[in-house]
């Protein structure tokens, strides 16, 4: 059924009937004055860049500090661990911990306060861009007069690799937005109380709302319609040339007197000292045989790089875990290895890459399961009972046959 976007049936239902209220608390994360505000949702394991929007020109030579609320207070974001405070706030590899509210600010301006939301176990499709042969995303369905609900699509990640074909990837979360201000006079007068409610909200949230944040109102969350369209992932093929920074050290004169290759890790004495990279994250998992495994990358290079995976020594494609496992082990849009039943062999090394460097390294160890060690124990113990029962037999026959003996003599 068509939904006629200039009329109103007045026996529809109202779907927004609860507006978060603001706190009126004399505090930068509860300032009433801080509209608009942003709200960032991602999985964890993605990049999520969380907006200043200051403009540049009150930027100049100003500094810009990020600042996160906290639970009594709010501190400054360092710049570590997978973060990057420059105009904009970037932390790559997502986790849980740092979802929460954030603002930049400089000594005399106020950026949007951005609440960022990391998800993990919310369904997605795959998708693919229109260049492929599909499936292709889903089109913007209309909630009613005023919202509409659609996938907001993050930028693309670079490529996976150079001077090959490689992956990108970029994530379209579901959002539900006020449709842009081409509202007639005719429609306006027309527009019931609820309508109005659905306006006043949006326009503290003009980039949209989650379709299943805590923000959005229930009346709206719990609609079968919003809850049932999922997220969504959508991959793509690439090809790029391999750069290589070849930098020039001149002299004062402007004659050049030396040229390094910084890609490939070489620097002049008369550059400055190069950034350290990021340490590779360890971690050790311990599972029991017959258990649904999911490895997951836990380090970082600091760039939107699809990752690479290596098993022990060799890499791995995505089609090669699939077929030489017989459907048993992939690896998912979010670059996940998932294990549907491990088993001893699968106790490996597991390294994650991004353009070559190292992210992070997983230790896989299958233990005995509790059923093998139990079985092993009561078998053991059923040995040294019939042994033990075999020796007194044996015992007991030697006398027996001593008396024997013993009596004859």
Request: hydrophobic share 35%; net charge positive; charged share 20%.
């Amino acid at each position: 059924m068509g939904l006629d976007l200039f009329s109103k049936s007045t026996s529809q239902s109202c779907l927004l009937s609860e507006v978060p209220q603001e706190n009126t608390k004399n505090d930068i994360f509860e300032d009433v004055n801080a509209v608009p505000k942003v709200i960032v949702r991602t999985y964890s394991g993605a990049v999520a860049i969380l907006p200043c929007k200051i403009k540049v020109s009150k930027l100049w030579n100003k500094t810009v500090i990020w600042l996160q609320k906290t639970t009594f207070s709010y501190k400054p974001v360092q710049e570590d661990d997978g973060i990057i405070t420059d105009y904009n706030l970037t932390i790559f590899n997502v986790r849980a911990v740092n979802a929460g509210d954030y603002r930049c600010v400089t000594d005399d301006q106020l950026g949007v306060i951005a609440t960022l939301e990391v998800i993990d176990e919310e369904q997605y499709n795959v998708v693919k861009p229109a260049t492929s042969k599909g499936p292709y995303p889903m089109k913007p369905v209309w909630l009613n007069s005023l919202l509409v609900m659609s996938s907001v699509w993050s930028d693309w990640s670079e490529c996976s690799q150079c001077g090959a074909v490689g992956r990108r990837r970029r994530y379209g979360m579901c959002y539900v937005s006020r449709i842009n201000e081409f509202i007639t006079t005719n429609f306006k007068s027309n527009m019931t109380k609820c309508d109005g409610e659905s306006s006043k909200l949006f326009k503290v949230y003009p980039d949209g709302i989650p379709c299943r944040s805590r923000i959005l109102p229930p009346s709206i969350r719990n609609t079968p319609s919003v809850q049932q369209r999922p997220n969504e992932i959508m991959l793509g093929l690439c090809r790029v040339r391999c750069k290589e920074a070849i930098v020039n050290i001149r002299s004062e004169s402007g004659d050049i007197i030396e040229s390094v290759n910084n890609t490939a890790g070489i620097y002049s004495l008369h550059q400055n000292a190069p950034s350290q990279p990021q340490l590779p994250a360890r971690r050790i998992m311990y599972v029991e045989p017959g258990e649904r495994v999911i490895i997951i990358c836990h380090g970082t290079t600091l760039r939107d790089i699809p990752f690479t995976w290596r098993v022990d020594t060799h890499e791995v494609s995505p089609k090669y875990l699939w077929s030489a496992s017989g459907d048993r082990i992939h690896l998912n849009a979010r670059d996940h290895i998932i294990i549907k039943h491990v088993l001893y062999s699968d106790a490996r090394v597991y390294s994650c890459w991004q353009d070559g460097v190292l992210c992070g390294v997983v230790k896989l160890r299958v233990n005995r399961s509790t059923k093998t060690t139990t079985r092993l124990r009561l078998r053991i113990l059923i040995f040294i009972l019939i042994l033990a029962i075999v020796l007194r037999l044996t015992l007991r026959l030697i006398r027996c046959r001593v008396r024997y003996l013993g009596i004859q003599v």
